[in-house]
């Protein structure tokens, strides 16, 4: 390696090109509806768009370890986002719903490697007591740029039209290349593992099946009463079992899972993972009861929890700081005694809720996530020597879209399955208010269960310590 590295270019190259890829997440989630006239398809297909993208993310990640070690940041990095252009170009020029769709899943490549690159990157460049303040950073494009998606893009679908969400992208995505192109440096080293290819036909399974068959259960109708979703999710944790028994038994692992034998990691990442479920849960339940037995628009519903999402991404490089100051404790402890609380409030909701008492608990809620997720992905991946950083990351990214679609249906689910059992023990006719009263039932029920996994949260995080990276030695 090299003994000095400009880290501002390649910060600022990494920030670019991840802005927008991670933008794409939810650039489309308020086109939908137009999208479904534009090419006369129903609800379920055009929902393609999203599951497929975060599908495409899942079932890659895992490989990212892999090529990490095969490929210099620099060809991983150009690749990744010269794949990502070309899926945005197919996406801007389609003339039908199959080639829009295939660039999605085209563009959902480059944004399902970029990740793990960066968050390695990242670990071999800066020293353990300032990672904090870079993945938070970081987290505030991971943060802020899903945030402005919906809303940035009914602006483009009112003024402009749909193309115009991806037209938009084109030259930052060219820009990104270019920068990276002058200034972007390698960092680590390339080592060329041993490519085990029934291990990625496990994981693909395994993770691609989890996040489709959770994904579905929280879209279809009979949820996981449905055969079909149970049996997709059986085989796919079947397939997840034998692919980390096999990477016990190998010598050089796609991806090595002895990373949870550190218990900072293990509990990190946890933590991670339940924050994740939690937010993803809140930003899909929230706006739900929003727009049902409160009545608002669905731009309005977005509107009311914009300011909590953005203070979430501002909040990120702060709480990093803090982090790399006082260590994870003091952040993450109290973060999820707010968490707690904010789950109290959703579980006892009402139509008699003033609502900027609930832009209040939602601005709580971002503010508590911001507090616990960055710092303790931070100070899992901390914990592990350089070998591993690429298994680290993997995994982390790995979790984060089968924790968000996992979190989603399970939450939907529980809503869902209390308010139809609530209508079915009324013996009086089916009303507007007794509607209300059964969606405003489903979601107790839902945070009632999300109150429990954050209490499981608040007992993890008292046994949080910080993490002493155990062999860095700067680039």
Request: glycine share 8%; net charge positive.
């Amino acid at each position: 390696m090299k003994t000095k590295i400009n880290s501002k270019a390649i910060l600022i190259t990494f920030m670019i090109g991840a802005f927008f890829a991670i933008l794409n997440e939810t650039l489309l989630n308020i086109a939908l509806t137009e999208l479904m006239r534009v090419f006369n398809v129903d609800a379920p297909t055009i929902q393609w768009l999203v599951t497929g993208f975060m599908l495409v993310m899942g079932v890659l990640m895992p490989v990212s370890a892999l090529l990490i070690q095969w490929f210099t940041t620099r060809q991983m990095f150009i690749g990744i986002m010269t794949v990502f252009l070309f899926g945005t170009v197919i996406a801007a020029c389609a003339i039908n719903f199959s080639m829009l769709l295939a660039g999605r899943m085209i563009q959902a490549v480059g944004t399902g490697l970029l990740i793990p690159v960066i968050m390695n990157a990242f670990l071999f460049i800066y020293r353990p007591e300032v990672r904090g303040k870079i993945m938070g950073t970081f987290g505030l494009v991971i943060m802020f740029a899903p945030a402005i998606g919906p809303t940035l893009s009914g602006v483009i679908v009112d003024l402009v039209g749909w193309r115009w969400l991806f037209i938009t992208v084109i030259p930052f995505a060219v820009f990104s290349i270019l920068f990276a192109l002058k200034f972007l440096e390698n960092v680590g080293e390339v080592t060329r593992p041993k490519v085990d290819i029934f291990s990625i036909i496990l994981s693909t399974i395994g993770i691609g099946g989890v996040v489709y068959g959770f994904s579905s259960a929280g879209e279809d109708s009979e949820g996981f009463r449905s055969v079909t979703i149970i049996s997709i999710i059986l085989i796919s944790l079947i397939s997840l079992t034998m692919f980390v028994w096999r990477q016990l038994k190998l010598d050089e692992p796609l991806l090595d899972v002895r990373v949870f034998k550190y218990n900072s990691f293990s509990r990190g990442i946890s933590l991670f993972v339940i924050v994740i479920m939690a937010m993803f849960a809140s930003e899909i339940v929230m706006p739900m009861y929003l727009q049902g037995p409160l009545g608002y628009s669905a731009k309005v519903a977005g509107l009311l929890l914009l300011p909590g999402a953005l203070l979430n991404g501002v909040m990120s490089p702060i709480m990093g700081t803090l982090f790399d100051k006082y260590g994870p404790r003091k952040l993450i402890i109290p973060g999820t005694i707010v968490l707690v609380g904010v789950m109290i409030f959703y579980s006892n909701i009402s139509t008699s809720i003033p609502i900027w008492s609930f832009i209040l608990v939602y601005i709580a809620l971002m503010m508590s996530i911001s507090a616990i997720m960055m710092p303790a992905q931070t100070n899992a991946l901390n914990i592990l020597p350089q070998k591993l950083y690429p298994h680290g990351t993997a995994i982390a990214s790995t979790l984060q879209p089968i924790a968000g679609a996992l979190g989603v249906s399970v939450f939907v689910s529980i809503m869902t399955q209390s308010r139809t059992n609530f209508l079915e023990e009324q013996s009086s006719p089916i009303s507007e208010q007794l509607i209300t009263e059964a969606m405003t039932y489903g979601v107790h029920h839902a945070y009632w269960f999300a109150l429990a996994l954050c209490v499981v949260a608040l007992l993890i995080a008292l046994f949080i310590k910080k993490s002493i990276a155990p062999d860095f030695t700067q680039a």
